[in-house]
């Protein structure tokens, strides 16, 4: 289970976010940054939720909940002023850290239960957050929205400071996922995903694992909630706590590679530029959701374990397949060597 940090995946790593950095320095159309913001931000809550729905195996489908919840504290927060507008940054630690904190609760109810029954009770989670959202009209603004104060940015470079902010947020979670796989709470986990009966049988602590999981996967939505209200600027609750930003993160999760640390992302930058694709493409009548839908359908079809295990899978077969090729050749030189040779 403990993965060593190794000089290609350093390099991988580094490329990767080096030319996330670069992006808005090379300069380009308004919309790419745009469209960069919202994959990085989905990478980032996929790779969030990987902790719990991949290492942990319990695919909560009310994340969205943590999400709401962190950019209407950013509202509440932020409403009036923002000063320079890149202080408001530092509180998102504050704010994922509050929010964790009030989601062990929530997990340990929701986490007595199990598989179906634990995907029921989360997204019954959602639902009831979401009409929270609605009715408390002093402290969300209900229907009519809540508004953060428009930061002082430079028109010319405006989304910047949101990008690089999610760009950070995405780090961490992958830092964190990476964590968990190489140290003993990823190895707690991995015995809960397995077996959570015979995880206790071996003294696997599992309420602690698996609330530590849910509590960190919760702070992480709420950190990328918090930037997502600041730069949209109103929130409305359909929006804030809109289901299908749940379902967008599970989606990417399960098509890159459930419990793998490059998955969620791959997902993501994949899903989120099709979905874009294909709503300006078919938007109009609606059947952008049928093309969508298709992508994530044919490679789950054809990568049934999601992109990168089924990779993986296929060149560990054909290495195999080689390497006993290889010992099949060997043992039939070794056959045809005749008595005379040994003599010789």
């Known amino acids: 289970m403990k993965r060593m940090i190794t000089r290609a995946g350093l390099i991988r790593a580094g490329v990767f976010f080096a030319l996330l950095i670069i992006v808005p320095i090379l300069g380009g159309p308004v919309w790419l940054l745009n469209l960069l913001i919202f994959t990085v931000m989905y990478a980032a809550l996929s790779s969030s939720w990987n902790l719990l729905g991949g290492l942990a195996g319990y695919p909560s489908l009310g994340h969205v909940a943590f999400f709401g919840i962190g950019a209407y504290a950013f509202a509440l927060t932020f409403s009036g002023s923002v000063g320079d507008g890149y202080s408001p940054f530092l509180v998102l630690p504050v704010i994922g850290i509050a929010v964790g904190l009030l989601s062990l609760p929530i997990g340990w109810v929701s986490m007595r239960t199990r598989a179906d029954v634990f995907a029921i009770v989360t997204i019954t989670f959602l639902f009831i957050t979401q009409t929270l959202a609605f009715n408390l009209t002093k402290i969300t603004g209900g229907a009519q929205g809540a508004s953060v104060a428009a930061p002082p940015f430079d028109p010319a470079t405006y989304d910047w400071p949101f990008y690089y902010a999610m760009i950070v947020l995405l780090a961490i979670a992958m830092g964190i996922s990476f964590y968990f796989s190489r140290s003993k709470i990823g190895l707690s986990l991995s015995t809960v995903r397995a077996d959570e009966d015979k995880a206790h049988g071996v003294g696997v602590r599992v309420t602690a694992v698996k609330l530590i999981a849910f509590a960190v996967s919760a702070g992480m939505v ?90 993986s899978d296929r060149l560990r077969r054909r290495r195999a397949a080689a390497l006993g090729a290889a010992r099949d050749a060997e043992a039939h030189t070794a056959d045809a060597v005749t008595p005379e040779e040994v003599k010789a």
């Not at 600027?233 to 419990?259: E, H, K, N, S």
């Open 222 to 311: 709420a950190m990328v909630g918090g930037v997502w209200a600041y730069y949209i600027g109103f929130i409305y609750p359909q929006f804030a706590v809109d289901p299908l930003i749940t379902i967008g993160m599970v989606l990417m999760a399960f098509l890159g590679g459930r419990g793998t640390l490059w998955g969620p992302v791959l997902g993501s930058f994949i899903l989120v530029p099709a979905q874009q694709f294909f709503a300006q493409s078919f938007g109009a009548s609606q059947l952008y959701l049928l093309a969508y839908a298709a992508v994530f359908l044919v490679i789950m079809l054809f990568l049934p374990r999601g992109i990168l295990p089924s990779i």
